[in-house]
């Protein structure tokens, strides 16, 4: 079975532009996670989605934002992007709100 | 906000020996999962424990579930390279959320 997928795997972006990445969860999952992970620290929690609908929502700017599909694949978007923004975006997968997670390899956003 | 502290941040040991790593809060969780990642990967889960005091092994590795369900420990016996990576524990806090340590980034040498 195909595990969390996620696309690109790496990303360059100039400040100020907007970004969208993409995230598959593992089959029969229904639940999104997204995640934040600065070089050096431990992820830190952005979004979860369960069933199209957002359920918890983390300490970050409204710059950032998600959402998910029938399909239960899931987009996070970020606009007028800073540099502080270069990081490993993580997506989780679970088959509910509150199981246990499994992660993709992220996507690597650099910011310049 | 870390409401997970995990110590040491950086432990560099010889093949063989034994080593333990903690993850420490304030705050009472739910569950507890630890993760190790390699570079550009992941996390990986290795072990979820739920109850207060419980105790997993897996393998050569033993994870600590604390009475008060606020802290754990992960015990490594006789640590391979294999072993080397950025060792994470999460917590389920408040029903839905996750909180991760800042991780301990671990080196097995040869």
């Known amino acids: 079975d195909a595990g969390v997928t996620q696309s690109p795997t790496h990303l360059i972006k100039t400040r100020g532009q907007h970004v969208t990445l993409r995230c598959s969860p593992i089959s029969g999952h229904k639940s999104v996670s997204w995640y934040q992970q600065v070089l050096g620290q431990g992820p830190q929690f952005i979004f979860q989605?369960?069933?199209?609908?957002?359920?918890g929502r983390g300490n970050f700017p409204d710059r950032f934002s998600a959402r998910q599909f029938p399909n239960y694949s899931s987009e996070l978007n970020v606009n007028a992007l800073l540099l502080g923004d270069s990081a490993l975006y993580l997506c989780?997968?679970?088959?509910?709100?509150?199981?246990?997670?499994?992660f993709g390899q992220g996507t690597r956003l650099t910011v310049v | 906000t870390q409401l997970l502290e995990q110590s040491p941040q950086f432990l560099s040991i010889q093949e063989g020996e034994n080593l333990t790593v903690y993850c420490n809060s304030s705050?009472?969780?739910?569950?507890l999962q630890w993760y190790r990642q390699e570079p550009g990967e992941g996390p990986v889960l290795l072990v979820t424990?739920?109850?207060?005091?419980e105790v997993k092994k897996l393998k050569r590795l033993t994870f600590q579930f604390g009475d008060a369900r606020k802290d754990s420990s992960l015990h490594i016996t006789a640590a391979q390279p294999g072993d080397t990576g950025l060792y994470l524990c999460?917590?389920?806090?408040?029903?839905?959320?996750?909180?991760f340590g800042s991780g301990t980034k671990l080196n097995v040498k040869p």
């Open positions: 989605y369960y069933e199209k609908e957002e359920r």
């Open positions: 705050s009472v969780f739910s569950s």
């Open positions: 989780a997968s679970s088959l509910a709100v509150g199981r246990e997670a499994f």
């Open positions: 424990v739920v109850t207060g005091g």
């Open positions: 999460a917590g389920k806090y408040n029903f839905n959320k996750f909180y």
